[in-house]
């Protein structure tokens, strides 16, 4: 099948979108642009006005036209809790059909604390709720709070806390599997498929 032609315009060319459903990875990648001052490219996190997968299936779609990647990051619980996971592979199987290949899914389960989680240590645990892997995170992290303040302290923000763990926390995700959504009973996160992009990566090397 032949790739689909997209037209990047010169003016977004070096701009990465990121599609996320909370604030939490708005406030994590906000850090991150905040800190790298040598990455060449511009992050955008954004949050869809409208929440719903479908909604944001749609607006990662529309960004691939304008953008050079559109990372689209999934919290799996919230899929699993709203009973999404068949209309989930449903979009999955329209990215892969429609060849929209500068569209890359995350998968994090339950959520992106499993990421922070795994800064500290290696484990494919299943936790059903965010709030499990939560009550884990706050044994490394004793301070640890799912606020904007947290999040954002100058010179001690989320991004910082975590950075000299970054290489732990990549090793840790090669684990974890994707698999079938319809059998997910283990901890989940690709992080690393963004962090491994080749513009991001340079930045560690």
């Given at each position: 099948?032949?790739?689909?032609?997209?037209?990047?315009?010169?003016?977004?060319?070096?701009?990465?979108?990121?599609i996320?459903?909370?604030?939490?990875?708005?406030?994590?990648?906000?850090?991150?642009?905040?800190?790298?001052?040598?990455?060449?490219?511009?992050?955008?996190?954004?949050?869809?006005?409208?929440?719903?997968?479908?909604?944001?299936?749609?607006?990662?779609?529309?960004?691939?036209?304008?953008?050079?990647?559109?990372?689209?990051?999934?919290?799996?619980?919230?899929?699993?809790?709203?009973?999404k996971?068949?209309?989930?592979?449903?979009?999955?199987?329209?990215?892969?059909?429609k060849?929209?290949?500068?569209?890359?899914?995350?998968?994090?389960?339950?959520?992106?604390?499993?990421?922070?989680?795994?800064?500290?240590?290696q484990?494919?645990?299943?936790f059903?709720k965010?709030?499990?892997?939560e009550?884990?995170?706050?044994?490394?992290?004793?301070?640890?709070?799912?606020?904007?303040?947290?999040?954002?302290?100058?010179?001690?923000?989320?991004?910082?806390?975590?950075?000299?763990?970054?290489?732990?926390?990549?090793?840790?995700?090669?684990?974890?599997?994707?698999?079938?959504?319809?059998?997910?009973?283990?901890?989940?996160?690709?992080?690393?498929?963004?962090?491994?992009?080749?513009?991001?990566?340079?930045?560690?090397?």
């Amino acid at each position: 099948m032949r790739k689909r032609n997209i037209k990047i315009s010169k003016s977004r060319k070096d701009t990465y979108a990121i599609i996320v459903d909370g604030e939490t990875e708005v406030w994590y990648f906000q850090m991150l642009k905040r800190n790298e001052s040598s990455l060449q490219i511009n992050i955008e996190p954004k949050i869809p006005q409208k929440k719903k997968l479908s909604d944001q299936y749609k607006k990662v779609c529309e960004l691939s036209e304008d953008y050079t990647k559109v990372f689209w990051i999934i919290d799996l619980d919230v899929v699993i809790k709203e009973s999404k996971k068949i209309e989930l592979e449903g979009y999955l199987k329209e990215i892969k059909k429609k060849n929209i290949e500068n569209i890359i899914t995350i998968f994090n389960n339950p959520c992106l604390e499993f990421w922070f989680l795994l800064h500290f240590i290696q484990t494919t645990k299943y936790f059903p709720k965010c709030k499990d892997v939560e009550k884990q995170l706050t044994k490394q992290l004793k301070d640890y709070e799912k606020t904007r303040k947290y999040f954002t302290k100058q010179d001690n923000d989320i991004y910082l806390k975590l950075k000299p763990k970054l290489s732990t926390a990549l090793k840790n995700t090669k684990r974890t599997k994707r698999g079938n959504l319809e059998e997910i009973k283990r901890g989940i996160c690709e992080m690393n498929l963004f962090f491994e992009t080749e513009e991001i990566k340079n930045i560690f090397d």
